[in-house]
């Protein structure tokens, strides 16, 4: 028998895969994905957010635990576990030496990317190559992988993990890790649960969904139904606003808009609807999504000017383009009149000061409501651009509540051998809201945690079955 199985193939699944091999316990990972899409949607991540309290290697400065607790306080409204988020916080201090020791490199941000040359450190490659490195570190060490191996249902005997079951297959193993993601590529689970909205409309049939389509949420409904502790609300996620060309599925991080801090955000009707420069992009583009998922038709539009080119990291598609805001209102199919006496009340409630996209600055908007509070300046230079805003959803935040060692709990007990990590876990640290580069802090962490703890627990349990063998 096996000691150790991982479920799931990303991120958080190879952290745990890699500490159980090197804790001595043998491992069997399957990944539902056939190879060419291993890697969930870790493979489309570029960064993670480190506390560091001097310049280390790609970081610039320091970044302190109380910082990045306040900053994860602050996106969560306090719906975080604090014992849990100092963990990960702690654990991503020390990590990058493990990672580069399974072929894991870092560069600097690139110019353009959201301010973090400070508290997050890039994947040199993205997080392709990442998962990569992992994968071919996991091999050389001896982790058996299968792909095309989706898990539909588990064995589990009074919170005791027996075994898994892949197409009927049986497969038994002492400890077991999950890290099959969220549920974010289940639209059917997504649209029970958002549900049907004041106006009649089910707003998740216009979710994109960023990356894999392997997120079903199957085992977190399965765990649910087993009675496992849940943790976090269906339909809180990271969620971000897209260029609404992308593909359904996998349209990852070129289809990221970033210039909505540069400008302003209009729905179809015309009018604008939150304060777009309320902080620093990084801190406030994942709630984006939702706010897009709360207008009608589930579609915004980001508009810019002339002044805000070369100033965000440009979007694979190009903008809609036109010499004059009225043009851009036809051309993007918006009610002229709304939008220019819109465009034309910013424009004029602008108080321009001295503009710095690095700063909180003083450019802000007076008498205007909702407020524009930084970066305000006028739309007043062609040509003007507008891009068409979907809600993409990254990952979702319900999961299986766990004790600092990753444990999945079932009436408030830990189960003996049954660990989480990753999405399917991040909801502890994560109620709402998201801080850059933190979804692989907490997958990276708790990852290693749950990889390490189930080589313990399967260790233990082989060294119990050879005593009673002996006696
Ligand atoms: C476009 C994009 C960009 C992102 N950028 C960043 C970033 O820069 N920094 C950051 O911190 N976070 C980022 N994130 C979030 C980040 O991807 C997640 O927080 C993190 O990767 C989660 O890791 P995971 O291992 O839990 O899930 P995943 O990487 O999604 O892995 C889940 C795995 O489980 C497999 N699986 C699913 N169901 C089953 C099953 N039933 N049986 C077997 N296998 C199964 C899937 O195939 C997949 O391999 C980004 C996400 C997206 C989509």
Redesign the pocket.
Known sequence: MIDVLV???????LCAALMAREAGASVLL????PRAW????????????CMHDAPQDVLVDAYPEEEFWQDLLKVTGGLTDEKLARLAIRASAGCRDWMRSHGVRFQPPLSGALHVARTNAFFMGG?KALVNAYYRSAERLGVQIRYE????RLDIVGGEFRAAYVKGERIEARACVL???GFESNRDWLREAWGQNERGEWPADNFLI???K???G??IKHMQEQGADMIGDPTQS?CVAIDARAPLYDG??CTRIDCVSLGVVVNQQGERFYDEGEDFWPKRYAIWGRLVAQQPGQIGYSIIDGKAIGRFMPPVFPGVQADSLPELARKLGLPEATFMATLNAYNTACRVGTFDHTALDDCHTEGLSPAKTHWALPLDTGPYYGYALRPGI??TYLGLKVNEQSAVHFGGVPSPNLYV????M?GNVLGQGYT????????TAF?RIAGTEAARAALQMKATERDCAAA
Not at 30 to 33: G, I, M, R, T, V
Not at 421 to 424: I, V
């Open positions: 479920i799931g193939g990303g991120n958080a699944a399957l990944e539902a994905a291993r890697g969930g949607n870790s493979s489309h991540t570029r960064n993670l957010r997080g191996a989706p898990v539909d890290a099959a993601g960023r990356g894999t392997f997120n079903q199957v085992l990271h990852g991080i990254t990952f990590a990753g999405e399917m991040a850059a580069g933190v979804g692989m802090s907490i997958g990852g």
